[in-house]
């Protein structure tokens, strides 16, 4: 079965920049299609879709955070990283990863996420 | 880019229907038929409930249904029960491949 669990500080510190990884099982992304998506949600807040990566390594970010991300994937080792530079306390958040079936898809499964801690 | 406009809060009593809105844009939900809900319980990861407005996920219970008329999206909860009482967000396809989600609602069951 599909399960993806996130991995990377609990705590950074104002304009430290923040690496987080995905790792999954349960499927490949090389399988055509296949998508995996960080959103994230600050305590209390909605949900915030923030980058994505397929399969043929087309990576799409947030245009309002577009500047700060960058999204890369290790296939062999089942792994998606989501870097953000210049952190900020705005940024404190659980981080999740999701797992897009293809193109435009929703996201069918999700991380348990992480919580980010920005301190200033 | 800017969150879908979903209402805070939304509460009916076991047995009713509710129905929870999220209205986008013409470059979002207007745009495609990807509009997706979430069901998110306290300290738990969000749970796909509806995709591509309609389409209900293996698992998921008929009494969640969707529709979506022109900017605005609907997640539709028929008789309700306890068990549905958590946050509602919906998220659409936007153009240039991007995603945004909704600002959540709150569902209470008397």
């Known amino acids: 079965q599909i399960s993806l669990k996130e991995s990377g500080p609990t705590l950074v510190k104002a304009t430290q920049t923040l690496t987080l990884t995905c790792t999954f099982s349960g499927f490949s992304l090389s399988t055509t299609g296949v998508g995996v998506g960080w959103i994230r949600q600050p305590p209390g807040k909605a949900l915030e879709w923030l980058a994505l990566?397929?399969?043929?390594?087309?990576?799409r970010y947030s245009p309002s955070l577009n500047s700060r991300l960058t999204i890369t994937k290790d296939t062999s080792k089942n792994q998606v990283v989501l870097t953000m530079t210049n952190m900020d306390p705005v940024d404190t958040a659980t981080y999740l990863c999701?797992?897009?079936?293809?193109?435009?898809?929703?996201?069918?499964?999700w991380g348990q996420g992480t919580l980010v801690t920005v301190s200033s | 880019q800017s969150a879908l406009t979903q209402p805070a809060s939304v509460s009916g009593s076991p047995g009713q229907s509710i129905t929870i809105s999220c209205t986008g844009t013409s470059s979002d939900v207007g745009a495609y038929n990807y509009v997706s809900w979430y069901q998110q319980h306290p300290g738990k990861a969000p749970k796909l409930m509806l995709y591509d407005v309609t389409k209900r996920p293996s698992g998921v219970s008929n009494r969640f249904s969707g529709s979506k008329s022109g900017n605005t999206a609907s997640l539709t909860i028929s008789g309700l029960q306890a068990e549905d009482e958590a946050d509602y967000y919906c998220c659409s396809y936007a153009r240039s491949n991007t995603w945004v989600f909704g600002t959540g609602t709150k569902v209470t069951v008397l």
């Open positions: 990566i397929y399969w043929d390594g087309d990576k």
């Open positions: 999701a797992h897009s079936l293809s193109v435009a898809a929703a996201f069918d499964y």
